[in-house]
T-cell receptor, first 112, second 113 residues
Framework: QKEVEQDPGPLSVPEGAIVSLNCTYS??????FMWYRQYSRKGPELLMY????GNKEDGRFTAQVDKSSKYISLFIRDSQPSDSATYLC????????????FGAGTRLFVKA | EPEVTQTPSHQVTQMGQEVILRCVPI?????FYWYRQILGQKVEFLVS????????KSEIFDDQFSVERPDGSNFTLKIRSTKLEDSAMYFC???????????FGQGTRLTVV
């Protein structure tokens, strides 16, 4: 079983839609959960970071972590064409020095 | 805003040649990483580096790979004898003492022909 599973998509939505992106994981040691956005041929850019279970909101983005189900989500409200990118979930077992394990990334297209 | 800088942005090399990919991490960061992303595939961990030594490496990071922090600012990845399957984007990342999230450079696209 892969440590982190993420549907690669592509996911195509109309402008203004609510987008839901998800990952599951198998390693119960993971405590830090991140979402990165990656544009074509660019480096991953951190969007959201959460520790343990719970919700975190930042503008149009909401990250949710359910450690009991080993399931994390990213919601994008009022999606814009500029949100079109690959979204990578990522997780770590600890701070400083622990490797980040990435999901495969979900390609999102927001149509104007 | 501080950022991780990688050079070159694109490197083309012949199979069997040695390449050195360079990174300048964020200046007060302590943990350094190399990741690889083959076109269309996921970002894969290669190696982590702390206190001038490798702290962890993946199965991908075999004897053909080495890392070095030669002068306290640069962080390099060397591939001794490149293979076609080494063609990928290579990302450098760094983390500060109190941070969890990694900050990534823009990557070096390595093409082995």
């Amino acid at each position: 079983q892969k440590e982190v599973e993420q549907d690669p998509g592509p996911l195509s939505v109309p402008e203004g839609a609510i987008v839901s992106l998800n990952c599951t994981y198998s390693n119960s040691a993971f405590q830090y959960f991140m979402w990165y956005r990656q544009y074509s041929r660019k480096g991953p850019e951190l969007l959201m970071y959460t520790y343990s279970s719970g919700n975190k909101e930042d503008g149009r983005f909401t990250a949710q972590v359910d450690k009991s189900s080993k399931y994390i989500s990213l919601f994008i409200r009022d999606s814009q064409p500029s949100d079109s990118a690959t979204y990578l979930c990522a997780m770590q077992a600890g701070t400083g020095g622990f490797k980040t394990i990435f999901g495969a990334g979900t390609r999102l297209f927001v149509k104007a | 805003e501080p950022e991780v800088t990688q050079t070159p942005s694109h490197q083309v090399t012949q199979m069997g040649q040695e390449v050195i990919l360079r990174c300048v991490p964020i200046s007060n960061h302590l943990y350094f990483y190399w990741y690889r992303q083959i076109l269309g595939q996921k970002v894969e961990f290669l190696v982590s580096f702390y206190n001038n030594e490798i702290s962890e490496k993946s199965e991908i990071f075999d004897d053909q790979f080495s890392v070095e922090r030669p002068d306290g600012s640069n962080f390099t990845l060397k591939i001794r004898s490149t293979k076609l399957e080494d063609s990928a984007m290579y990302f450098c990342a760094s983390i500060g003492r109190k941070n969890t999230e990694a900050f990534f450079g823009q990557g070096t696209r390595l093409t082995v022909v």
